[in-house]
């Protein structure tokens, strides 16, 4: 991108990582490193001043962060981990006991020592493979940053913005800068880096508020106080843009702002097509918090509750009483919906330290799931003690993470019998009818999915993982993003005969992966006759919206052609041809495609 400060309708494509439109100007935050750093030879006699001070840096640092953490506001007060895994930056020995080492032995100044810190830690993390562990180098220089700022004495550019409405412009956001904003003056955010599995994009969905990452030049480009406008659903942000253009794309906010009301006023009406046939819609949740919002869009109970975010939270394994009271809340405040509550489905991207390293070759093929529930027994009996206690206030269901085959579901159920014995021992009340089901994810799971089925209450299809084991695309990695492909026939086959093998078993299927929620894929799903879509609960009112205004009928007449075709590319045009029936509010709004032509 050439350097267009002036220009008018200068157009940046980016990453989108939370929907919606903005038109506002620009707050350029100058996050930029502390470019020069300079080296000198610290004397003698000054060596233990120069720890001191660097030690000093480091306390403020740590009270700065601590400080952020306990000012969270409601929204975002469960992201504090990422904070935690600060301070735990910040007390890394590859920190600070290194930096100490270079300042002593080499009698060089805190600040070249540090940097030759991180240059270490750079190097480790640059021979990493998986893309969402290198991501997190960034909050290493983060942390860096504000250890630099605070040895040369610097203030931190206050992030407190002014009465206006602002788009911030930055190179990174952390989850701390972002606490300091005041985000109700905040309409966006848009950055040079970034994916999507950084901090900026799962805290500006948090807020809800629109955020494009991943700019590269945003900031060389853009000037403070210049108009913008950010397209959050395309990723695009245009520089000055023209009269014509601002007021295209108000014409597109509008819509947008008309279109998510109206849909959610569908919230409370039933999930049913135009000929009567019922689809549960419910909601995946990672923190209790989430319950509110889902109630609030319809969501008929919690279809998947991921429970790997209270072990990542604490910083070893939490206690089962921990474990317990969070399950118990969740159990009474869906209550009288249901929540299936998922056993631990750690490894992959997300990693326990104390248990894990990230040294696997391929951790998504790795020690992850239920194969890692299965070796460190006492971890999962203390999961199931807490969650069969925690089924005794509410409706509870167990689901059962990456299982391949049955011999998984046979060593479950024998420790499972184990757990409930020593619970009946001990005469703790849970519900002994409590229902045993199974995420489909794994390619060999779908092909004896009817053997499976003999053994289990119900299936619960993981797209998100289904697509990347049957397709051999890492899910985390953005070179191969463009085949991962939920509309490839291997994909929709498989859901069909994981759905076959469910209905001769006469058990229930739900679908819990992102495929849940997304419209176009909503008449396929229901075509093939998923019996529940769990999703995230800001999508229900879009995918209730589109059931409401199809029949199973023609539901199944599409899926029929579909069937006939041989690519994702075919099965993506037919149904993208279609959606004016299907989808008519999601044709509009890919119609409305402003141009400054
Ligand atoms: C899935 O794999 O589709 C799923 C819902 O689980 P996760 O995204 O947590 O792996
Ligand atoms: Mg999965």
Redesign the pocket.
Known sequence: MRNNKNGTNVRLQGIAVSPGIIIGKARLIDRSKQKIIYQYIVNEKDLSGEVERFKNALQTTRDQIASVKNNLPDQLRQHAFILDAHLMILDDSMITDATIKSIVEEKINAEWAIKKSVQKISKIFNDIEDEYIKERFSDVENVVERILRNLSGKEQESLAVSDENVIIVAHNLSPADTTEMNTSKILGFITDIGGRTSHTAIIAQALEIPAVVGLETATSVINDGCLLIVDGYKGEVIINPDVNLISAFQQKQNYYEKYKSSILRLCYLPSETTDGHRVTLKA?IEFVEEIAAAKDHGAEGIG?Y?TEYLYLRSKGIPEEEELFNDYRQVAEIIHPESVTIRTL?IGGDKFLSNYQSSKEMNPALGLRAIRFCLKEQEVFRSQLRAILRASAFGHVQILL?MISGLQELIDFKKILAEVRTDLEKRKVEYDRDIRIGI?I?IPSAVTVADILAKHVDFFSI?????IQYALAVDRVNEHVAFMYEPYHPAVIRMIMQTVKAARDAGIEVAL???MAGDPMCAPILLGIGIDELSMNSGTIPLIKKVIRGVSRKEAIEDLNHILGLTTAQEVRSFIEKNADRFLPYIKEINSLQPSDK
Do not use: A, K, S, W
């Open positions: 995946n998947l991921r489905d993470p995420m994810e993981g797209t998100n993982d289904l819990c992966g992102e």
